[in-house]
């Protein structure tokens, strides 16, 4: 069965990096793009871009553009999404989703707090 | 790229009706048919309840329907049930290969 497992939660100074993995299972890591969605507390949804785990060929939002890089492992199916520069607005739960008509698998997602 | 716009909550009693309304843009779900709608219970990951704007993965339940036109997607739940109350993003793709979200209609069952 599909599954995607990211790594843990992260806490963070401001100023600092954070790299979240999603490793996948279950089917073909080169056949679907993988998507980064971001979720602050209380808050709605919130695109961060995509990677084609095949080409390694990305697409970001523009609000992280500069600060966001997504990339992938093909030889233990994982993609990553490093963010830097972090603050206080980048607290939110990240999570990993597959897209195949719509995002039908999903991480359970990982929780960044950023403190000092 | 602007947030799609949903209604900040809608409520419906078990066994009525309600629709969630997403308007977009001439950028978005004006231009695209690949428009999803996800529900999320608390503290739960989303779930992919519609995709390409009407139709429903295997496993939801076809009291879930959608539909698109122009700019502007709705999703209508039928048979309301207590397991329903969540909240609800709808999701397009828009210009340039990206993505926007809706804010999120919270659904209040009473």
């Known amino acids: 069965q599909v599954q995607m497992v990211q790594s843990g939660a992260e806490v963070k100074q401001p100023g600092a990096s954070v790299k979240v993995s999603c490793k996948t299972s279950?089917?073909?890591?080169?056949?679907?793009?993988i998507f980064w969605v971001r979720q602050a507390p209380g808050q709605g949804l919130e695109w961060m871009g995509w990677?084609?785990?095949?080409?390694?060929?990305?697409n970001y939002a523009q609000k992280f553009q500069g600060r966001v890089t997504m990339t992938s492992d093909k030889s233990i199916n994982t993609v990553y999404m490093e963010l830097t520069r972090l603050t206080s607005d980048d607290r939110a739960i990240y999570y990993c989703?597959?897209?195949?008509?719509?995002?039908?698998?999903w991480g359970q997602g990982t929780l960044v707090t950023v403190s000092a | 790229q602007s947030a799609l716009t949903q209604p900040a909550s809608v409520s419906g009693s078990p066994g009525q009706s309600i629709t969630i309304s997403c308007s977009g843009t001439?950028?978005?779900?004006?231009?695209?048919?690949?428009v999803s709608w996800y529900q999320q219970h608390p503290d739960k990951a989303p779930k992919l309840m519609i995709y390409?704007?009407?139709k429903r993965p295997p496993g939801i339940s076809s009291r879930f329907s959608a539909s698109k036109s122009g700019n502007t997607a709705s999703l209508t739940i039928s048979g309301l049930q207590a397991d329903d109350e969540a909240d609800y993003y709808c999701?397009?793709?828009?210009?340039?290969?990206?993505?926007?979200f809706g804010g999120g209609t919270k659904l209040t069952v009473l």
């Open positions: 001439n950028s978005d779900i004006g231009t695209y048919k690949l």
């Open positions: 999701c397009s793709y828009a210009l340039g290969g990206t993505l926007v």
């Open positions: 989703a597959r897209e195949e008509h719509g995002f039908d698998y």
């Open positions: 390409e704007a009407s």
């Open positions: 990677i084609n785990p095949d080409s390694g060929g990305t």
């Open positions: 279950g089917y073909t890591f080169t056949d679907y793009y």
